[in-house]
Each structure stands twice: as structure tokens, then as C-alpha cells.
């Protein structure tokens, strides 16, 4: 079983940075992508920014410029910088990844338990 550990969470003034990690650990043979999506109260989850392991990244129209999503593919890490903060940003943010277990493994997604990201004046 994969687990997924993310930390990096809490509140912050508008035009504020804050740095989230996820740190995946277990039978990893393969990380396909890594992303962060994000539920703020009332909507749905919505994806945020993903990064695949050809380097090749994604984000929401509304993070493009203010976040960065990179990955340390020895740490089966994956991060997101977040500048510029605005209060729509607050949110529970989660880890989500793409992992294929073992050789012969089966391949499966799999989610952190979430950190809450709030932008305050």
C-alpha cells in the first residue's frame, strides 16, 4: 500500500507564499504523476497542478503564474509553490498520485489526507 504524507498547510495574509510537500512511500516501481487538487467548502474537488514523470506539467488557468508544482523523483516527493495567495485559494489541498506497484504491480491512484491552505486579510 502506498502512502501519501503531505505537510506545508496554513494561514497566510493575501499575496502570501506558502510551500506544500507530499512525501509517497511503499512498493513503488513507478510514479506516474503527481498532482495537488483542491476542495474549498460547498464545491468540488478540482485539480490544481499534476506533473508527470517526463517533466511535463499542468496547472488550472486560475494558480498559472502564482504556483509551481516540481518534483524530486529520488524522494517520491512532489511540491507546490504557492506566491501571490489570494483569499479563493483557501482550500483543502490534496495530494494525489499515479503509482504503479512492483514490476508486475498493478497500477493505482492514490490520495493524501489533505492540508488546509487559508488566505486571510
Known amino acids: 500500500q502506498v502512502q501519501l504524507v503531505e505537510s506545508g498547510g496554513g494561514l497566510v495574509q493575501p499575496g502570501g507564499s506558502l510551500r506544500l510537500s507530499c512525501a509517497a512511500s511503499?512498493?513503488?516501481?513507478?510514479?506516474?504523476?503527481m498532482g495537488w487538487y483542491r476542495q474549498a467548502p460547498g464545491k468540488q474537488r478540482e485539480l490544481v497542478a499534476e506533473?508527470?514523470?517526463?517533466?511535463?506539467?499542468n496547472y488550472d488557468n486560475s494558480v498559472k503564474g502564482r504556483f509551481t508544482i516540481s518534483r524530486d523523483n529520488t524522494k517520491n516527493t512532489v511540491y507546490l509553490e504557492m506566491n501571490s495567495l489570494k483569499p479563493e485559494d483557501t482550500a483543502e489541498y490534496y495530494c494525489?498520485?499515479?503509482?504503479?506497484?512492483?514490476?508486475?504491480?498493478?497500477?493505482?491512484?492514490?490520495w493524501g489526507q489533505g492540508t488546509q491552505v487559508t488566505v486571510f486579510s
Open positions: 494525489n498520485a499515479d503509482v504503479q506497484e512492483g514490476i508486475l504491480g498493478p497500477r493505482n491512484e492514490y
Open positions: 506533473a508527470d514523470h517526463y517533466g511535463t506539467s
Open positions: 511503499g512498493p513503488i516501481f513507478t510514479m506516474y504523476s
